[in-house]
């Protein structure tokens, strides 16, 4: 009987449970509302008021045209989490560092169209809400030199580093870790 009893709890927890709730659990954060949605957590990993974080994000991978990248929209979520948990946003530090095939996913339309087919730029609108709260976001300045990307082609609020190395050891020397995602 002791089994049965375990094995009942334990489908209720799961019924119940916030992580188990799927794609449909997921919601606005409290800081970027119109991306970076993230699920209620009750997590066993203490986050409070007094948690401090700095963390770079590093972006090799292209967005998909006409989405945004996944990298940028985890940087979102990252700092919509972690503000829905308690942390005052004063406290979350987050730098994107950007290279290679993403170099585009930071230019204006009239240099992303140039490469995309004539697309826009599907992360004008995040770079923009990231980079006003206090995001910053570093292309790397050997992708940028090698797609032929100058910085007039670049969106405002993104910072040219000498390369994404560079940045990396820079940030790192300030403090931040890299998030492995």
């Known amino acids: 009987m002791p089994k049965i009893a375990l094995w009942g709890y334990l ?3 799961s019924l119940t449970s916030p992580v188990w709730a799927g794609e449909s659990a997921f919601q606005a954060g409290p800081v970027f509302p119109t991306f970076g949605k993230i699920a209620p957590v009750v997590s066993d990993m203490a986050v409070t008021t007094e948690t401090r974080l700095q963390v770079a994000f ?11 990248n996944r990298t940028l929209n985890s940087a979102a979520r990252f700092i919509n ?4 948990a308690g942390v005052p946003v004063d406290n979350i530090k987050v730098a994107v560092v950007v290279h290679g095939g993403a170099s585009f996913d930071l230019t204006r339309d009239s240099r992303y169209g ?10 004008r609108a995040a770079i923009k809400a990231l980079t006003e709260k206090g ?30 190395m ?16």
């Open 11 to 13: 489908l209720g927890a």
């Open 135 to 164: 995001v910053e976001i570093y292309l790397c300045g050997q992708s940028a030199a090698y797609h032929d990307i100058k910085k007039i082609d670049l969106l405002p609020g993104v910072n040219l580093a000498l390369s994404a």
């Open 58 to 68: 590093d972006v090799g991978k292209a967005g998909d045209v006409g989405k945004l």
């Open 114 to 123: 140039q490469k995309k087919d004539g697309a826009q730029n599907a992360n």
């Open 166 to 181: 560079t940045a990396h050891a820079l940030l790192q020397q300030k403090g931040y870790t890299l998030n492995p995602f």
């Open 81 to 84: 989490m972690h503000a829905a």
